[in-house]
């Protein structure tokens, strides 16, 4: 197995927790935060999305999915079509509102670019570094597994909340 083989599969696994965590949800449900402070799975899947995209296509130099193919137009937030949810206030976790159809779709599309992106790296482009403003430098290989991360940890609060509405409901 290939370091690019351990990146594919660890990134198939983000899409089938990201598909999990809507299972059994309708739109009001992936809304529904447990206190005005909370995050709902809408916004986790939705946030965890925009950030895979947003680094992903920095690091491959091409374009977010979300704008090349129109999915903030399809989202249709009250957000900046730029904004990838840091930083967030509870206005704005709230706005976040998708069916599961659409989080799994735009998630997808990421999923899609990403394996385009990742399954073509060799050890020698992952110990690239890509960022040097860090101590240590950030290296490509520590930024995808960052990316790996942030999206299961995120993906798993998901789980979480779904469970919480299925066994509640």
Avoid: C, K
């Avoid at 060799?122 to 240590?136: F, N, R, Y």
């Amino acid at each position: 197995m290939t370091s690019a083989d351990v990146l594919v599969d660890a990134f198939s696994r983000v899409q089938e927790a990201v598909h999990e965590a809507v299972a059994g949800l309708d739109e009001e449900q992936l809304a529904h935060r447990i206190d005005d402070g909370a995050n709902s799975i809408a916004w986790l899947l939705w946030h965890l999305a925009r950030v895979q995209d947003d680094h992903i296509a920095d690091v491959a130099e091409t374009e977010q999915v979300w704008l090349a193919q129109n999915w903030a137009a399809r989202f249709a937030l009250p957000l900046d079509e730029e904004d990838t949810g840091y930083g967030h206030d509870t206005e704005q976790v709230a706005s976040v509102r998708a069916s599961g159809e659409l989080l799994t779709g735009y998630y997808d599309a990421v999923h899609e670019q990403t394996l385009r992106f990742v399954a073509g790296l060799d050890d020698a482009e992952l110990d690239e570094v890509i960022d040097a403003s860090w101590s240590p430098p950030v290296t490509l290989g520590v930024r995808l597994v960052s990316v790996i991360a942030d999206d299961l940890q995120h993906a798993g609060q998901a789980a979480l909340l779904n469970g919480f509405l299925l066994r509640t409901a």
